[in-house]
């Protein structure tokens, strides 16, 4: 079975806590990272972003969006015996 942009986000984000449009452009060709993580957003998922500021190659300032998973942790049953 082929597997998805979707999936394949999904799967960077559990592996490496973050995608830039950069990461996703290279290692996956997905050029619409941010409708992906907009329908991930929709299933739940909580993502947050963070504008990340820089100069692009002829020294201009740009910027673009870092995107990262937060995991939200449920409290376990160790202690609760």
Known sequence: ?????????????????????????KDYA???????IFTLRDEGYNIKTDI??????FGEPTHY?????IKEYKQGT???A
């Open 1 to 25: 079975m082929k597997t998805t942009q979707k999936q394949k986000v999904i799967r960077h984000l559990e592996s490496y806590g973050n995608i830039t449009p950069l990461d996703a452009f």
């Open 30 to 36: 997905i050029m619409r990272l941010g409708a992906i």
């Open 52 to 57: 990340q500021n820089t100069y692009n190659r």
């Open 65 to 69: 969006a870092k995107y990262t998973l």
């Open 78 to 80: 160790l202690f609760n």
